[in-house]
């Protein structure tokens, strides 16, 4: 990226946030709270703007699960991690993957959307595996990243993230990968289950939403919905999930974290309920 | 593959699924039964040797869910498929990906043995997408699938599969692909649901056996453990996944069916218990 493209992203994104901050400050009953898009495909800028978006009153920042192809703990990408931490303020992350990335290796594209489908939810959990094996985590305890989709496919594969990743380095002979667990400050599973947090966007999932909360301390679960990407373009991917989560059996304080509180207390902000 | 590659590859997979043979018939109180080795890499020669194991005693063929990287509804693997549904036996579905399978645009491999823990999971539910979508399930009505680890990643993303996938084409400006829908006989979701069989091995994962069991219809459900790919490099696994189904409250004659009733309804064989 050159300097002038880094300079055009850098007041390109400063217009989006800008414009996030003027509609919450008109309509605050409907927004009342922004996430800043942080452009970290030119990493310096990127930095610039999440601090003066947070300054300006931005809840969070979001970032996607790969930065123009490239992962989260490319070196480019740590001094975002290092203000982030310092700030101490949330991280969205946001899957990306596109139908350039195929799902065989004989293709050159995905087809039938599963780049989307399937795609997404492995890349969410593939960026919380090397943000964990990277130690950026450990580095910077003050993260607090939110996984949309409750972490994609991560409750699913509990198994395989416990059990499976206590053998890493069993299925690989070019180099010696079981050091890293001795390098980690805990086990990979104990990373996945308690040192991020997970929002309950799951287009109405019900096995999906008890897994989710199964896995999950109950203070890192947030609740999203995906709105208004349903079938009929508007709320009900809100009414869903509104209406499966109420279904479950759990005390109502704790439904009430899951509404607002875990935010707030990650925020620092309080909602008007 | 050359005429003599192919030759070779019959005659390997032969000799494996011989070796299966007389290790069943010599221990049959600890190996019931065996399941053949299908080389679809040599397609005609994958062909007739699952039809000679099957005429042997085999209980259905093993598949991966690629072929030396190539989709299963690549044209070459129609001919196994037909005789599949002729032959009414079912299709062990086995995923397969190695490190040379990168996560990122940018690179080139694997890291941390994420084509692992979620790579392979990953390959289950897209070999079940392809199926579905190049409509073979359709064509051929007896195909029993039955997908590795409750179908990986199937269950918790029931929302994308179902409303996702609904709007097929709404994500994509290069071709019409809601023209698929049309042409589907029911719902990319209900082919996830009700057309394939998934077996319950998930290393001891609660939340991910509770949501395979809400996702699958209880009659396409088979007991399976991964023995004995577990940290003990024994019984761990099947001691966890038979506590877990034994802990559930469930019909004890619904747990039959899924430690063997199920099984023997597709394969036609009783075993003894």
Known sequence: MTKGDAKLTEEYTKLINDGFAEICAKYPDQFPGWVAQGALIAPDA?????ERALKNGALGVQIYTNIAGKPLDDPAFEPFFAAMNKLNKPIWMHPARAANFPDYLTETKSKYEIWWTFGWSYETAAAMARLVFSKILD???NLKIITHHFG?????????????WDQLGARTS????????KQLKKRPLDYFKHSFY?????FGGVPATHAGLAFYDL???????????????????TRETLRIIEG?????????????????AITGVKFKS
Chains 1, 2 share one sequence.
């Open 248 to 264: 479950i059996d759990m005390p109502k304080a704790d439904k009430e974290k899951i509404w607002h509180g875990n935010l707030e």
């Open 219 to 237: 203070d890192k679960v947030v609740f999203a919905s995906d709105c208004p990407f349903d079938p009929e373009k508007g709320t009900m991917y």
């Open 139 to 141: 580095k910077y305890p």
């Open 174 to 181: 070019d180099e010696d990968l079981s050091l890293i667990l």
């Open 46 to 50: 990127g930095v610039r703007e999440a």
């Open 152 to 164: 994609g496919i991560a409750p699913m594969l509990e198994g395989r993230i416990g059990p499976g």
């Open 198 to 202: 997970a929002d309950t966007a799951v």
